[in-house]
Structure formats: structure tokens, C-alpha cells
């Protein structure tokens, strides 16, 4: 296939960026050269990541995630991670794979929005899917496939590998009744979210986490999201602020990323293949299931220790929300045709699992909690 009509398809764009020979996806099984190489050979592997070095659940993934393939392999495969800045900068772990300094990379792929405008929803966008749904359109709804497609172009093979459930809205200084109360709210609201709030009158601050706690202190900011209750505990936001919102409309199941070099990838024989298959979709399963428990405790300590008082978003916000995010998702794919694909898969696949979602999961959800009071 000839590369530039590849990229013309995919509407990257993106200039200076290695890109890869157009191979054919594996999602289906390994490349037809895998089995061909070494049996006998060792691999030792550099993992860089954006978050901080064994930050709770983010950062602990990864490294759960290198043990399992170091176990699973025999030793065969050893890899080192590193934490954000250690080896390169947090918002360089894109670059880094795709160019080869780094075998494997730990992240979201919302961050390189400025990649490409479909990556975002392979990570979350507002109103998407829970990580259940994001699970099963991925696996069964043609979702890898279309990520596999788009990061081919950059030399990169993606897994799903990790995921922290729906995270909350964040932390305010100043509570919101209506819609004109995000008039002029400063808040750290990365990614596509941020846009939204922006059209309603709220102005976005990009922060890295370590930065949040200082800004909401400060007066910087008035409001803040970071993950959910059992990252926010470790931060101590509750210390300087006093409203936690819910529910989280911006980051509903927010898928985290494995890319490998596809080099790399494809060099693997066969069984070592599936090796780091198996552990990324274990180390997904896992980071969820970490964030399910831990969340719960974190929430009672907040209340109950600290004294957060914890808010539902009024209707009229989250209807307006709602509103300005689907304008946002359209305009950010309406001149892309590879983007307009994944958004129109996305968008299918989101109407016929809703429809059982709203039947099975939510009606349950609300009997249950009906019934408990």
C-alpha cells in the first residue's frame, strides 16, 4: 500500500512523526512472520509512562503489568518501567515508542488528541462509554480493529491496560446550582471536557496532577478533576475544597493504553505474543477492579473523616453538558473521514448496548438503591 495514501485515509497530518509500513492488523492473532523468530531468544524492554513512578492504581499498573509478562514468559521477556520524566517527559511516551527509544509505553490515548481527533475515543469522551461498554466495543464492536488501523500510521500497537471506572467531576470551591454558575469558573478540566465547560462559560486550566493541589490552595483554580475518590484521598484535596460533584458526565469508563513498538510487536514469536495480550487484558481487568474497591473505602473516609460534602450536578447543568458535548464531538470529527469512523462506530455501537445497558444495569442500579434506603 502506498504510505502517503495511507496517511491522506487516516487524516493524521502530523509532521515529523515516524511512521510505520502498512501491515496488516493482528488483532485477530500474531503477524504471519512472528512464528519465525527466535524461541530461544531474551527481550529486555524499557515501558515508559505518564504517570508518576508507582503512583496508586495508574502508576502501579504498569508494574504489575511487567511482572505478570515477566512470570507468564519465564523470564523470556524483562521489563523496566519508568515513571513520568524519569526517561522521557509524560507527554513524550507517545513519541518515544513510535520512534523506537522505548520498546513500550503506559498511558491514555485522549492525550495525543493533537495526534489525531479520533484518539480520544479510545480513552473517553464525555458521555461514552462505562468501562464495561468501552470493554465490549473494543472486543465485539469493531473497536480495536479501528485502533489498531490508526496506530499503525504511527508505528504503534495498542491494548487496552487498565481502566479506572467512571471518575467523578472533581473538587469546587463554589457550588453549582445552575448553568450560570460556570461563568467564569476556573477549573483544571483536561481534554475534550474542558472544551465543553469552556462553551459555557468556564475557563479550562491544563495542569499536571501534582500541580492541582497547590492551584486549588492558592485560589489559582476553583475547581478541579483529578481521578476519583481513591487518587483524590492521596492528594488531599479535601483539605482545600469543600464540594466533591458527581456524576462523572466527562470520563465515564476511561480506557488506559498499552502501545508497543510495532517493530517490536511484530518481531515477538508467536507464543510471547500472546504472552503480552493475555497480561494487558489480566492487567485491565485488574486496575478496575483495584479502583471498585479502593473507591468505596475512599469515599466513606472523605465523608465521614473529612467531612466532604458530596453533590449531584443539577439537571439543567448536565442537560446543557450533554448538549455542548455532542457539538464538540461532532466538530472535532466532521472534517476527518477516518476520525468520522470511529465516531460513527462509537456512536452505534453506544446506541444498541444503551438500550440493554438502561434495561438491565440501570434499573437494577436504582432498585438496588431504592430498596437500601
Known amino acids: 500500500m502506498d504510505r502517503r495514501k495511507f496517511v491522506s485515509t487516516l487524516g493524521l497530518g502530523v509532521a515529523g512523526t515516524a511512521l510505520a509500513g502498512c501491515a496488516q492488523s493482528d488483532c485477530a492473532g500474531p503477524s504471519a512472520d512472528a512464528g519465525s523468530a527466535d524461541a530461544n531468544k531474551t527481550y529486555h524492554w524499557k515501558m515508559v509512562t505518564t504517570w508518576p513512578k508507582n503512583y496508586p492504581g495508574l502508576g502501579t499498573g504498569p508494574e504489575k503489568f511487567a511482572k505478570m509478562v515477566n512470570t507468564m514468559s519465564a523470564g523470556r521477556i524483562t521489563i523496566k518501567v519508568y515513571g513520568a520524566k524519569e526517561l522521557v517527559p509524560a507527554m513524550e511516551v507517545f513519541d518515544a515508542v513510535s520512534q523506537g527509544s522505548a520498546e513500550l509505553g503506559h498511558g491514555a490515548a ?35 480493529q479501528l485502533w489498531d488501523e490508526l496506530y499503525e500510521g504511527f508505528n504503534l500497537k495498542p491494548f487496552a491496560c487498565g481502566n479506572t471506572g467512571t ?17 467564569g469558573l476556573k477549573i483544571r478540566m483536561p481534554g475534550l471536557a474542558g472544551e465543553v465547560l469552556k462553551r459555557l462559560g468556564a475557563t479550562p486550566v491544563q495542569l499536571p496532577g501534582g500541580e492541582v493541589f497547590t492551584a486549588l490552595e492558592s485560589g489559582a483554580i476553583d475547581a478541579a478533576d483529578w481521578v476519583g475518590p481513591y487518587n483524590d484521598l492521596t492528594f488531599g484535596f479535601y483539605k482545600v475544597a469543600k464540594y466533591y460533584y458527581h456524576p462523572g458526565w466527562h470520563e ?36 478496575l477492579s483495584e479502583y471498585t474497591a479502593r473507591n468505596n473505602a475512599a469515599l466513606i473516609d472523605l465523608q465521614e473523616k473529612h467531612g466532604v460534602q458530596l453533590r449531584r450536578l443539577p439537571d439543567d447543568v448536565l442537560k446543557a453538558l450533554k448538549k455542548e458535548s455532542d457539538i464538540v464531538l461532532d466538530e472535532l470529527t466532521r472534517d476527518n473521514p477516518f476520525a468520522r469512523r470511529v465516531f460513527d462506530s462509537y456512536q452505534t455501537f453506544r446506541a444498541g448496548v444503551s438500550s440493554y445497558s438502561n434495561v438491565a444495569e440501570a434499573e437494577y442500579l436504582a432498585v438496588r438503591a431504592a430498596l437500601a434506603e
Open 167 to 183: 471518575q467523578l467531576p472533581g473538587w469546587y470551591n463554589r457550588e453549582i446550582n445552575s448553568v450560570s454558575d460556570l461563568a
Open 110 to 144: 485522549y492525550y495525543w488528541k493533537g495526534k489525531h481527533p479520533a484518539t480520544p475515543f479510545f480513552t473517553a469522551v464525555p458521555f461514552g462509554f462505562t468501562a464495561q461498554e468501552m470493554n465490549s466495543w473494543l472486543s465485539y464492536g469493531g473497536g480495536q
Open 252 to 287: 465515564p469508563g476511561p480506557t488506559l493504553e498499552l502501545i508497543m513498538n510495532n517493530e517490536v510487536w511484530n518481531a515477538l514469536p508467536e507464543d510471547l505474543q500472546a504472552i503480552v495480550r493475555a497480561a494487558a487484558a489480566w492487567a485491565n481487568d485488574d486496575m
